[in-house]
């Protein structure tokens, strides 16, 4: 990213390889990736307790959404995105106005949309 600043972020996706894969990303992109959670109720614990800079928030997990952690990531003013396979449809109401990456993820687009949506937060 432009400003060089290391985010520690919260990866919550089910799917194991496509988290490996994001997790190698942000690594590259020189970010922390400060816990993976692959259900709601992991990730709602991270949410409410960690050190979180920025959250990447897969919509679907294993049947669940992750609303909920949405919920908890947008009260503690954290910024955050959704990803899904699907794209913004699925989202609710609430969240139609947070970016939601495609996967699988293209490394500059996750980068660019990462570094917009910390600026309008900031």
């Known amino acids: ?9 919260l990866v ?15 690594d590259e992109m020189g970010h922390h990736v400060v816990g993976t ?5 992991e990730a709602i614990k991270f949410a409410r307790e960690g ?3 920025f959250a990447v928030l897969d919509i ?10 949405a919920d908890i990531l947008h009260e503690r003013g954290i910024p955050f995105i959704f990803a899904s396979g699907y ?3 699925g989202l609710v109401d609430k969240y139609r106005h947070v970016t939601t990456l495609r ?5 500059r687009e996750l ?12």
């Open 51 to 53: 050190n979180i800079d």
């Open 12 to 26: 919550v996706e089910d799917e194991f390889l496509i988290a490996m894969h994001l997790e190698s990303l942000l």
């Open 37 to 41: 959670a692959a259900s709601v109720a």
């Open 60 to 69: 679907n997990l294993a049947g669940s959404q992750s609303f909920p952690v």
């Open 103 to 107: 996967k699988p993820y293209d490394p």
């Open 87 to 89: 794209g913004s449809e």
């Open 1 to 9: 990213m432009t400003s060089r600043k290391t985010w520690n972020v």
């Open 111 to 122: 980068e660019r949309v990462m570094a917009a949506t910390l600026t309008l937060s900031r």
